[in-house]
């Protein structure tokens, strides 16, 4: 082929690719030179088409690609190249393109390399910054807290955050398989509740475009919230976003005020405000259905006492511990709160005076077992204020106030019992109540004046009628206010401590008189009451064993009466005490036997040497069964210790055929006698031979 051929062809070409939009040029397979470029290819390079031609391409290369290429084609071993590559215009700026290469025959011996050229700058750019925004998206999927799981409209995972599979538990196996089944199955068993939660799951796929929200409970215990939203395209629905959030701590912070606000933090019980809650509930069904409720107010005794001698952590302890024994004692339905420091408040559904009697019962016994602690044990007793709904108060705080009043006296009667409100209330001879302060005014100036006696009730041998002993009775005659009863200024005095002094009283005078009989030759045992509040007072064991020394009567000859209570406040104390007493050769008696909360620990332990069955057992014998078998009881546990057995209150035939029956050795009561000043007792006791003036 002549020159002139070749050039007529590619002046052909040249001419074809001129109007093409993509930039070309034709190379000279032979010399691998440029022969032909359009106007494209020169805007593409910054400079003028025909400056183009004749460059050897090598010249206009920019990669190693394309050196290596053109090395290959110029040998023959490459036709054809397709690909994406740089091009550096001769302004120096690099570019992107898309280029491709052919290898065309112009004839024998003749052929070109087409190059075309496109500037794919603009679509790397969107690319680029596509890429660079979804980087920035998965950043912020990954940066936020919540865990986030994209579906399709079928369901099908389309992309998850690292916080998704963590909230989840997902296994990264599972993860790195991308097996929607699997990831969708293990989801399932995560939850507390699957199958309702499947049928949420399928609820939700037929939401078109709501929001849902919602929570999901795991095994594990966390508690998600679970925000669906739809991901629309188009304004079509073309997904879901479902979005979860570990809740758990919220939701624990939330119950944790609440739990707070309404309970004691110590012991666990609900707080006043409950209560006040509860009571409106029960005062508007007691108005509706016409039910009494009962409040019980209740205080520890000697608390502070715990605290001091065995330490506050100690304190705490027990008053837990008292919680769960005053739940224990009341029903479900019913509420145990503690106000603070000692004192607890139980609301009795439901319950009349008997109702609320019987739990305050309970509690007392449930107090009666021992707390211990080093290996040591002791009773911590406490003291019981009952009001009734409607009768005693129209809302919590006169209810509160009254029953705490009540409580208040039963600490004054020497502690560790329960009293309904009004019975504090001491009525006076114009049968309106006295007050308190003018009894205790008057109590002082009855000791001075000396308007206080000791009667004397004898106590029988049951089977031979022979008076063995008295029991002394303190007597009060007022001048002003008239005979006023033991049992009215008794916790008067206890409350204010001027049992002290009438106690000390009571004893000298006893034992006064005790003596006066000994030296008489009538072997009579007295006995007098001792308070708690005078027992557990130091210097008690000494002041008895002055009083019998001063008076010359042999320890024997003295019995002193204590209450369960008394030995069981302090039981270790009460022990020593005891144990003294008995070392200087005192009797020793428990008085009113059954009404506290008998223990047979105590009656082995501490050296008693009678029981006194309460007046209240003996009334309804022979005839009332509860009676028989609490006095058979009393009896046989006497006989099984060893102990003396004195009725009290015998007032009939029957009642006292009964008890010798039984085996109970001695009784005091009207049948026999009442309580009687010294001069009548003494005629009593010598009938045919009466003491002068009477
Ligand atoms: N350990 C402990 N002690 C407390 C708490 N709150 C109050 N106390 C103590 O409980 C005692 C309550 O004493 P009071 O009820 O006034 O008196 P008490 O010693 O029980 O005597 P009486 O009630 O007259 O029988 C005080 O010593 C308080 O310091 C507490 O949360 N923990």
């Known amino acids: 082929m002549t020159e002139g051929v070749a050039l007529a062809g590619i002046e052909f070409a040249a001419g074809l690719i001129d109007g093409m939009l993509d930039a070309v040029w034709l190379i000279d397979a032979a010399n691998l030179r440029v022969v032909a470029a359009n106007a494209a290819a020169g805007a593409l390079m910054g400079a003028d088409a025909s400056s183009l031609c004749g460059r050897e391409i090598v010249e206009?290369?920019?990669?190693?690609?394309?050196?290596?290429?053109?090395?290959?084609?110029a040998s023959g071993l490459t036709q054809e190249i397709e690909s994406e590559t740089w091009l550096r215009r001769f302004d120096g700026i690099t570019i992107p393109v898309k280029r491709r290469i052919s290898r065309v025959s112009m004839g024998p011996a003749h052929d070109l390399f087409v190059v075309v050229l496109h500037d794919s700058s603009e679509r790397r750019r969107v690319e680029d910054e596509l890429e660079e925004r979804i980087e920035e998206l998965a950043a912020t999927l990954e940066s936020t807290a919540d865990g986030v799981l994209v579906t399709d409209i079928a369901g099908n995972i389309r992309s998850f955050n690292q916080t998704f599979a963590a909230l989840w538990g997902l296994p990264p196996e599972l993860l790195r398989r991308r097996d929607d089944d699997a990831i969708m199955d293990a989801m399932a068993r995560a939850v507390t509740d699957p199958s309702a939660y499947m049928h949420r799951v399928a609820a939700n796929e037929d939401t078109e475009v709501r929001e849902v929200v919602d929570t999901v409970t795991l095994l594990s215990g966390r508690v998600l919230q679970r925000v669906m939203l739809p991901q629309m395209s188009h304004g079509r629905v073309v997904g879901r976003v479902h979005s979860y959030r570990d809740i758990s701590e919220r939701l624990e912070a939330i119950h944790r005020i609440e739990t707070l606000s309404s309970t004691d933090a110590l012991t666990?019980?609900?707080?006043?405000?409950?209560?006040?809650?509860?009571?409106?509930?029960?005062?508007?069904?007691?108005?509706?259905?016409?039910?009494?409720?009962?409040?019980?107010?209740?205080?520890?005794?000697?608390?502070?006492?715990?605290?001091?001698?065995?330490?506050?952590?100690?304190?705490?302890?027990?008053?837990?511990?008292?919680?769960?024994?005053?739940?224990?004692?009341l029903r479900q339905v019913d509420t145990v709160t503690r106000l603070g420091g000692d004192e607890f408040v139980m609301l009795v559904h439901q319950a009349d005076a008997l109702g609320a009697e019987s739990a305050a019962r309970r509690i007392l016994e449930a107090m009666h077992r021992p707390f211990t602690h080093g290996g040591m044990s002791f009773v911590v007793t406490c003291s019981l204020g009952i009001v009734l709904y409607p009768r005693d108060g129209a809302g919590l705080d006169e209810l509160v106030r009254r029953a705490d009043d009540a409580m208040q006296e039963v600490k004054s009667a020497g502690r560790a019992s329960y009293r309904f409100h009004r019975s504090c209330e001491v009525p006076g001879q114009d049968g309106g109540p006295r007050s308190r302060l003018r009894l205790d005014n008057a109590?002082?100036?009855?000791?001075?004046?000396?308007?206080?006696?000791?009667?004397?009730?004898?106590?029988?041998?049951?089977?031979?009628?022979?008076?063995?002993?008295?029991?002394?009775?303190i007597r009060w005659h007022d001048p002003e206010l008239g005979n006023i009863s033991p049992g009215e200024f008794i916790p008067v005095a206890e409350q204010s401590g001027f049992i002290v002094p009438i106690g000390d009283w009571v004893l000298r005078q006893a034992v006064h008189q005790a003596a006066q009989w000994y030296r008489q030759g009538r072997g009579l045992v007295v006995s007098i009451n001792v308070s708690a509040v005078q027992f557990h007072r130091a210097g008690f064991v000494d002041r008895v064993a002055s009083a019998l020394h001063a008076a010359g009567l042999p320890a024997g000859m003295l019995e002193l009466e204590l209450t369960e209570s008394i030995l069981i406040q302090d039981a270790q104390e009460a022990l020593l005490r005891l144990q003294a007493l008995s070392d200087l050769g005192v009797k020793l008696a428990i008085d009113d036997f059954g009404t506290g909360y008998s223990s047979l620990g105590y009656l082995k332990r501490f050296?008693?040497?009678?029981?006194?069955?309460?007046?209240?057992?003996?009334?309804?014998?022979?005839?009332?069964?509860?009676?028989?078998?609490?006095?058979?009881?009393?009896?046989?546990?006497?006989?099984?210790l060893h102990l003396e057995i004195v009725a009290e209150g015998v007032e009939t035939e029957d009642q006292r055929q009964f008890l010798m029956r039984t085996g109970c050795e001695q009784y005091q009561g009207f049948l026999f006698a009442p309580a009687l000043d010294s001069r009548s007792f003494e005629a009593k006791l010598d009938p045919e031979n009466p003491p002068a003036g009477l």
Request: hydrophobic share 45%.
């Open 268 to 329: 666990g019980l609900p707080n006043r405000r409950v209560l006040a809650d509860r009571v409106d509930f029960s005062i508007a069904m007691a108005q509706r259905e016409g039910t009494p409720f009962a409040l019980l107010f209740a205080n520890l005794d000697r608390f502070k006492h715990v605290n001091d001698t065995l330490g506050h952590e100690f304190g705490d302890r027990v008053l837990m511990e008292v919680a769960e024994r005053l739940k224990a004692c």
């Open 443 to 473: 109590m002082r100036q009855a000791l001075v004046e000396g308007h206080f006696r000791l009667h004397y009730q004898p106590q029988v041998d049951m089977n031979t009628g022979k008076v063995l002993g008295a029991e002394a009775l």
């Open 607 to 640: 050296p008693i040497d009678r029981l006194k069955i309460d007046r209240s057992f003996v009334r309804g014998l022979p005839g009332d069964e509860s009676d028989v078998g609490i006095v058979n009881a009393i009896v046989n546990l006497g006989r099984a």
């Open 60 to 73: 206009l290369c920019a990669t190693p690609e394309d050196l290596f290429f053109w090395g290959e084609a």
